[in-house]
């Protein structure tokens, strides 16, 4: 019984920070996001009679390979759980194996857990025969959400989507908004650290309320997704850039004020935030956003991907890139890692 899955990773627009629900992992508001086309998990879960205990290994772009524990923390409990709950709806009680490979740094702000938890729910329950829960990708995004992660609930659709906010566990769900050819962007990742950050995203949504600014970004909040899902739909480029810009420094001061601080820019960080405002000056067409890391997601359309690209390379603070343009949510595919 084995089923492997390929899941992007995303960027969000509208930020999901801080919860409504901490066991449901109900967001505050609708969040949105893009996926991306390079930055993807591939996943083989297998459950077998010969198996003893449950496995599950991750490898990620450097190669370092790591065996997670249930106890590693909220995202890897979330994994544990999702076999668990995989096993009581299928009323199958075999031990699982697990293997999953990146093709980018994890914990860096790239959404690891999003590709990562996203694939590994939809091969487990595929696994266990449990396929209606996979094809009705509503009800996939409301597991993947369950197994701990509202972004990587926003993968579970193709191209730009959107998780909604719901008062309980039937109302949060994923839709689209456009399709992956719906627009042609690009998100260049410009690396300035893959070291592993010190305060977790699940950490994180459980700081946000000790922030004295989190009461005012819950003011703000409620029109931002639908706004923001109005520029996507008019392929409204300047006030995409606005929203988003100011949504991720909306988040970072919240995350930087909460105790203990979240903060997670870097020197570099703050390079390219100037650089990006000047190159918009310039007339380029771009703008920044940052998820809960140092790297900064460059967004741009596709025609001027190859300029941001080459500026990008140039500065001191970027280690590499990761070019993307807008990624296919999570599908089932036939080729198993073991
Ligand atoms: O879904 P989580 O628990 O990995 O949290 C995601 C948090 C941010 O990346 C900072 C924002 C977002 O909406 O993706």
Redesign the pocket.
């Known amino acids: 019984m084995k089923a492997s899955a390929l899941a992007p990773a ?1 960027i ?1 627009f509208i ?3 801080g919860r409504l629900d901490h066991d449901l992992f109900l967001p505050l508001s609708t ?1 949105n ?1 893009m996926n991306l086309s390079a930055c993807l998990a591939h996943t083989t879960v297998e459950f077998s009679s010969s198996f003893a205990q449950d496995e599950i290994v991750v490898r990620d772009s450097s190669g370092s390979e790591k065996r997670l524990l249930a106890d590693d923390g909220e995202k890897s409990s979330g994994l544990f759980c999702t076999l668990d709950r995989a096993r009581q709806l299928s009323e199958i009680d075999l031990k699982a194996r697990a293997y999953s490979t990146l093709t980018f740094p994890i914990s860096a ?1 790239i ?1 690891s ?2 590709a990562g938890l996203c694939a590994f729910v939809a091969a487990s329950f595929s696994a266990l025969g449990l396929s209606q829960k996979v094809d009705d990708r509503e009800e996939l995004s409301r597991e993947v959400r369950l197994s ?5 609930a926003r993968s579970t659709h193709d191209g730009f989507t959107e998780h909604l906010f719901g008062e309980n566990h039937q109302q949060a769900v994923t839709r689209q908004i456009l399709s992956a050819n719906g627009w042609d962007l690009v998100d260049i990742v410009a690396v300035v650290s893959s070291s592993e950050k010190k305060i977790s ?2 950490l ?2 459980r700081l946000a309320d000790t922030s004295p600014l989190m009461e005012g970004r819950k003011r703000y909040l409620p029109d931002k997704a639908e706004q923001l899902r109005e520029a996507l739909l008019q392929r409204d480029f300047d006030t995409l850039s606005l929203l988003s810009e100011q949504d991720t420094l909306n ?1 970072h001061a919240v995350m930087m004020t909460s105790r203990p601080s979240a903060l997670y820019f870097q020197p570099g960080t703050i390079e390219l935030i100037h650089a990006v405002k000047s190159w918009r000056e310039d007339g380029v067409p771009v703008f920044f956003t940052i ?2 890391g140092p790297n900064v997601h460059v967004i741009a359309p596709q025609a001027s991907a190859s300029e941001v690209s080459k500026r990008l390379k140039s500065c001191a603070s970027v280690e590499f890139v990761l070019e993307n343009t807008v990624g296919d949510g999570v599908r089932i595919i036939d080729e198993h890692l073991f």
């Open positions: 995303n969000a930020k999901y920070w969040t996001s702000g959404a857990s999003a701990g992660s509202v972004s990587a995203s699940a994180g949504h988040m998820d809960a």
